[in-house]
Nanobody
Framework: QVQLVESGGGLAQAGGSLRLSCAAS????????MGWFRQAPGKQRDLVASETTDGSTNYADSVKGRFTISRDYAKNTVYLQMNSLKPEDTAVYYC??????????????WGQGTLVTISS
């Protein structure tokens, strides 16, 4: 069973930076796209950024130009570099991975979430 372990959340001031990491382990049949979602209090969980295995990236409009997603395939790790942080970036950030199950299908795996709090 795939496990996703996140790290790097915490408190930062507006205009500052944080870097999130998510390490995947336990995959038997490979991992496809990986990404980050976030959920603010009282709101739904939304995509922040994702990267497919061919290197294509996708970002939410609200983070374009400020956040950068990257992957280290040797370490099975995905990163989210967050710059120019704003109070509205405050949320629990969840790592996501599309994990192949050996039958050609990909299922979602989720990390436990890491809290990011941005003070003004």
């Amino acid at each position: 069973q795939v496990q996703l372990v996140e790290s790097g959340g915490g408190l930062a001031q507006a205009g500052g930076s944080l870097r999130l990491s998510c390490a995947a382990s336990g995959s038997r049949f490979g991992i496809g796209a990986m990404g980050w979602f976030r959920q603010a209090p009282g709101k739904q969980r939304d995509l922040v950024a994702s990267e497919t295995t061919d290197g294509s990236t996708n970002y939410a409009d609200s983070v374009k130009g400020r956040f950068t997603i990257s992957r280290d395939y040797a370490k099975n790790t995905v990163y989210l570099q967050m710059n120019s942080l704003k109070p509205e970036d405050t949320a629990v950030y969840y790592c996501n991975a599309r994990v192949y199950n050996g039958f050609g299908a990909a299922l979602d795996a989720w990390g436990q979430g890491t809290l990011v709090t941005i003070s003004s």
